[in-house]
């Protein structure tokens, strides 16, 4: 088991592994085996875009532009959007920033195929399912070098990133509550938040 998000030493970042805990992934043997993993080409390239993207723009540049900055260093030419029905606008004006860079875009909404809930044994209700198979489905067939989510739903994401076969990379995720900035509740995790994110557990009132 691994805990590092509760570590407080950091030896990953400075270098010091002589202070490294037991279960530090740095002291892990399998280490050479991933190295080896960033000599496969197409990770090479990803891992070195995304890098230099880092070093070049720190802090000076949104998400959209670094995607675009991300997706250019890689020579992508053909993006796909995998979007909500919810953020339909958001969408279009992504789609058409993505174009007016040079990008040939594929967008496929979360509703194609107007699937019914019955398919996945919810009964009772008219609302189409979301389908991410279908919008990996229908992205790989444009065959798309890159694909973006924009919104999908918790769950809903895992299934498009399992069957996409282009990398994929997150624009924006699914908060409904949060107006899809689901950090603000980390910020406010001791505050406003802390009987939602802690609840006592009732057997001890």
């Known amino acids: 088991m691994y805990n590092c998000a509760l570590c407080s030493i950091h030896a990953c970042s400075s270098g010091k ?4 805990p037991k279960n530090c992934p740095c002291l892990n043997d399998e280490m050479d085996e991933i190295k080896s993993l960033y000599k496969d080409e197409e990770n090479h390239n990803i891992a070195q875009a995304s890098s230099l993207i880092v070093s070049d723009s720190y802090g000076t540049k949104t998400r959209l ?8 260093k890689c020579g992508y030419k053909k993006i796909g959007l995998a979007f909500c029905i919810g953020l339909v ?3 279009k ?3 058409k920033v993505l174009s007016y860079h040079g990008f040939e875009v594929s967008s496929v909404i979360c509703k194609n195929g107007h699937l019914s809930r019955e398919l996945i044994d919810i009964n009772n209700t ?24 924009v919104g999908l739903c ?13 990398p994929v990379t997150i624009f924006a995720v699914k908060d ?5 900035n689901p950090l603000a509740v980390i910020y406010q995790a001791d505050t406003y938040y802390k009987d939602k994110l802690f609840p006592e557990d009732i057997n001890q009132k």
Do not use: W
Not at 17 to 20: P, Y
Not at 154 to 166: M, N, P, Q, R, T
């Open 17 to 20: 592994l002589d202070m490294a």
């Open 65 to 72: 532009e670094e995607t675009i900055a991300f997706a250019k």
């Open 89 to 91: 606008e958001e969408s």
């Open 93 to 95: 004006i992504i789609s």
């Open 126 to 149: 008219k609302v189409a399912m979301c389908n991410p198979i279908g919008q990996a489905t229908f992205l790989n067939e444009s065959e798309t070098e890159l694909n973006i989510i």
């Open 154 to 166: 918790v769950g809903h994401d895992s299934l498009f990133i399992k069957y996409s076969k282009a």
């Open 176 to 180: 409904r509550v949060l107006c899809h």
